[in-house]
T-cell receptor, first 111, second 113 residues
Framework: RKEVEQDPGPFNVPEGATVAFNCTYSNSASQSFFWYRQDCRKEPKLLMSVYSSGNEDGRFTAQLNRASQYISLLIRDSKLSDSATYLCVVNQFLAGTALIFGKGTTLSVSS | DAGVIQSPRHEVTEMGQEVTLRCKPISGHDYLFWYRQTMMRGLELLIYFNNNVPIDDSGMPEDRFSAKMPNASFSTLKIQPSEPRDSAVYFC???????????FGPGTRLTVT
C-alpha cells in the first residue's frame, strides 16, 4: 500500500458545485496533515492544515478520519479559480523523516 | 520576506553536461528540502538539510546527484553528468521545523536533450 494515495481525477465540475477529495495514508501514527494547492506550472502552496477536529477556511473544509486513515477536502461553491491540483501531505511519524506528498487530485471548474 | 528563491528558472542543457541548481531558503528556516517533480512520479523528496547538515539523502537517485548547503542561506543541487531522464521540475522548499508546513520556491524547469 502506498504511503499516501489520492484519486488523480480529473474532477470536472461546473461553477457553484460542491466537490470533495479524499486521501488515504498508510501510517496510523501520522500526526501532521496538510492540503496543498498547485497551479499549472507553479510551485505547491499551502492551502490549509488539517486538524483532528476538522477545520474550515471560507469555502474549504478539511476533515481527518483517523479510524479509516484518510483526510478529506470539501470545496463548496466552486469558482473557476479553484481549478488546480490538490496535494495531500502527511508525515510518516518516523524519526527524521519528512512530509510525504501525494501525487495530487486535479480539479477543473468550468463555467 | 522574499520567499524561497531558486535559480535558474529554466535550464536547457545537453546530455553529459553538468547542471547546478541554486536555492536560497526563507531566513530563519532551519530545514531545506530538494524535490523533483515529474508527471509519472509526482513530487519526490531528494534530500533535506537541517541547520546546513544533510539528514536524509535516500531519495537521491544516484551518484550523479549531489547537494550541498555551505551556509544557512544557500544550497546547491548538482547533476553531473546530466541525462535526458533527469528532465523534470526541481523545487527547493524550506520550513521552520521538520513537520511544519513547507514553503516552496518557483522551481527550476530542467530539460536535458
Amino acid at each position: 500500500r502506498k504511503e499516501v494515495e489520492q484519486d488523480p481525477g480529473p474532477f470536472n465540475v461546473p461553477e457553484g458545485a460542491t466537490v470533495a477529495f479524499n486521501c488515504t495514508y498508510s501510517n496510523s501514527a501520522s500526526q501532521s496533515f496538510f492540503w496543498y494547492r498547485q497551479d499549472c506550472r507553479k510551485e505547491p502552496k499551502l492551502l490549509m492544515s488539517v486538524y483532528s477536529s476538522g477545520n474550515e477556511d471560507g469555502r474549504f473544509t478539511a476533515q481527518l478520519n483517523r479510524a479509516s486513515q484518510y483526510i478529506s477536502l470539501l470545496i463548496r461553491d466552486s469558482k473557476l479559480s479553484d481549478s488546480a491540483t490538490y496535494l495531500c501531505v502527511v508525515n510518516q511519524f518516523l524519526a527524521g523523516t519528512a512530509l510525504i506528498f501525494g501525487k495530487g487530485t486535479t480539479l477543473s471548474v468550468s463555467s | 520576506d522574499a520567499g524561497v528563491i531558486q535559480s535558474p528558472r529554466h535550464e536547457v542543457t545537453e546530455m553529459g553536461q553538468e547542471v547546478t541548481l541554486r536555492c536560497k531558503p526563507i531566513s530563519g528556516h532551519d530545514y531545506l528540502f530538494w524535490y523533483r517533480q515529474t508527471m509519472m512520479r509526482g513530487l519526490e523528496l531528494l534530500i533535506y538539510f537541517n541547520n546546513n547538515v544533510p539528514i536524509d539523502d535516500s531519495g537521491m537517485p544516484e551518484d550523479r546527484f549531489s547537494a550541498k548547503m555551505p551556509n544557512a542561506s544557500f544550497s546547491t543541487l548538482k547533476i553531473q553528468p546530466s541525462e535526458p531522464r533527469d528532465s523534470a521540475v526541481y523545487f527547493c522548499a524550506s520550513s521552520y521545523r521538520l513537520l511544519n508546513e513547507q514553503y516552496f520556491g518557483p522551481g527550476t524547469r530542467l530539460t536535458v536533450t
